[in-house]
């Protein structure tokens, strides 16, 4: 029974990989009729599944079925030099003995000059040597009577490099001397073409995920890793899900016990308690009633059954684990109604802020400082000074409170030292009333300005920048950024809305090249402005 090759329908290359691994399976059981069973499936054999259903044909003694799957080996690969070299034999057993010296010449072409041809990389663990091949042709012609041909080429064998020989071709010329038929050499027959092993590991199929596992229960032996559809949680108690009482960790006191010492529980009989703990050596156990942990003896705690009807919702029995509070967070002290809507300056949600309220009277002046990471208040306070909270975005958000009658100079101090960085090195910036456009504030022009100046409603909000000083570059003029400009490739600039960029030079008309927070690259200009008085002038009007 001879393979089918064309189909109506393709086949997936998985499916061809699963028939083809079953198949060289059944030929290593000596299952040869399996194995062509599975090869006769594959609706689009491939030269190499076509050469294993050669190989078990001729173990079976079906030269002609070999035959033709020969035929079609080679009409897929028509460079396979095994291909030809095994025809040859097959050729010569059926007295074919003009094709198969033909078959030869054509192996040995497509050796092209090389000794051996290793064909492990292609999933057949056989090498083919030249001097097989000539070896072959020394057969056909002791077939054809032409002795003294098939001499010829047999010493011309057996001058051929390589190993593997192993006395055959010796034995061959004194076969040849005394005019004895030399039988064809072959592929084993349980060497095959086999599929590469790591295709055949993918093909089964592999859980990623893997399975939950129960790291942490209140309940006994909880193996349970599946999920449960989320409850609505109302203020009150957590129930856990039991299925009865044998599975409850509810308890019911059978009598009234009065607390006898330390950590122990004053409950009532009847009582339902829930749990919380194994029974201690001591016979007492870890118990949750009303919404108090402490102990009972576990001799007097029964199961209690917990399951409640639909229509009875309203004398459900507590856990005694309390819900979070539903109380409210206080709300954040209202500012005054402006004119225009205050451009937005919160910072992105990765940078957590922290809800400053002033302080009270009673706190002692000095300067306090709250951050994100800790609790300390930054503020100079008196009983007749008002003071202003400030905001300040650096790498992270810091509120600082101060005078209201604190000079720049002052505030740019106050920060440097909390943040560990040179005063001269840091530049601030705040946004006018109705503005987007980040102005820097300027303590040595203007020393005498406060920050009650920059203030609305007691509340102000600075953009703290690092600059790092340049070497060797010439800065024509600064500018500040109008918007986040991420960088498109390694000779961009990046920087943020607000950043200062010292400008080093023109590219062309709509780029510029900037520095910035210690990098220097190309940016557009229309993502910046230039920083002069006259602009500045005209956003504090």
Not at 80 to 100: C, K, N, P, S
Not at 132 to 139: E, I, W
Request: charged share 20%; hydrophobic share 35%; aromatic share 8%.
């Amino acid at each position: 029974m001879c393979i089918l090759v064309s189909q109506t329908s393709r086949m997936l290359y998985t499916e061809l990989l699963q028939l083809w691994h079953e198949a060289v399976q059944a030929v290593d059981a000596k299952d040869w009729q399996g194995g062509l069973s599975k090869l006769e499936q594959i609706s689009e054999p491939t030269s190499r599944t076509l050469f294993n259903a050669a190989s078990a044909h001729m173990v079976l003694g079906q030269l002609d079925l070999a035959l033709k799957a020969l035929d079609l080996t080679l009409s897929k690969d028509e460079c396979l030099a095994v291909g030809f070299f095994q025809r040859a034999a097959v050729m010569m057993q059926i007295d074919r003995l003009e094709e198969a010296l033909s078959d030869c010449i054509w192996a040995q072409k497509h050796m092209r000059g090389n000794l051996v041809i290793d064909y492990r990389q292609l999933g057949l663990r056989f090498k083919l040597y030249s001097w097989q091949v000539l070896y072959n042709a020394a057969a056909v012609y002791c077939r054809m009577g032409q002795w003294d041909q098939a001499k010829e080429v047999l010493l011309s064998a057996s001058q051929e490099r390589g190993g593997g020989r192993g006395g055959i071709t010796e034995v061959a010329l004194n076969s040849i001397l005394k005019e004895e038929i030399l039988a064809p050499l072959l592929v084993p027959e349980d060497v095959v073409f086999r599929p590469r092993k790591q295709d055949v590991e993918q093909l089964q199929q592999r859980d990623f995920l893997g399975k939950a596992k129960v790291i942490s229960s209140v309940i006994p032996n909880d193996d349970f890793g599946g999920f449960e559809p989320l409850r609505l949680q109302k203020p009150g108690f957590y129930e856990p899900k039991v299925d009865g009482t044998q599975d409850s960790r509810y308890m019911c006191v059978r009598i009234p016990y009065m607390a006898r010492g330390p950590g122990q529980l004053t409950v009532p009989g009847g009582a339902v308690v829930f749990l919380f703990g194994e029974e201690r050596r001591d016979g007492m156990a870890t118990v949750i009633y009303d919404g108090q942990r402490g102990l009972l003896p576990m001799s007097l705690l029964d199961p209690a059954d917990v399951k409640i009807s639909k229509g009875k919702r309203e004398n459900k029995v507590p856990s005694g684990i309390p819900l979070p509070p539903g109380l409210k967070p206080p709300t954040r002290p209202q500012a005054q109604p402006s004119p225009a809507a205050l451009p937005r300056d919160t910072p992105p949600p990765s940078y957590t802020t922290a809800t400053h309220a002033p302080l009270p009277a009673s706190e002692p002046p000095g300067y306090t400082v709250n951050t994100t990471n800790e609790e300390h208040v930054v503020a100079a306070q008196g009983p007749e000074t008002s003071s202003v909270v400030l905001k300040v975005h650096y790498t992270y958000t810091m509120a600082l409170s101060v005078p209201s009658d604190t000079p720049f100079c002052e505030v740019k101090k106050c920060i440097a030292q909390k943040l560990g960085q040179p005063a001269y090195q840091l530049r601030l910036r705040h946004k006018q009333h109705g503005s987007r456009v980040l102005t820097p504030l300027r303590e040595e022009a203007e020393p005498g300005r406060t920050m009650q100046e920059v203030a609305e409603a007691g509340r102000a909000t600075l953009w703290c920048q690092t600059e790092d000083p340049l070497d060797n570059r010439t800065i024509l003029y600064q500018m500040v950024a109008l918007y986040d400009y991420i960088a498109q490739g390694p000779e961009d600039l990046e920087f943020s809305e607000g950043d200062t960029i010292d400008i080093l030079g023109d590219v062309n008309e709509e780029w510029l090249e900037g520095h910035s927070a210690g990098h220097i690259g190309i940016f557009p200009s229309c993502f910046a402005y230039k920083e002069n008085t006259s602009i500045t002038q005209g956003f504090m009007q």
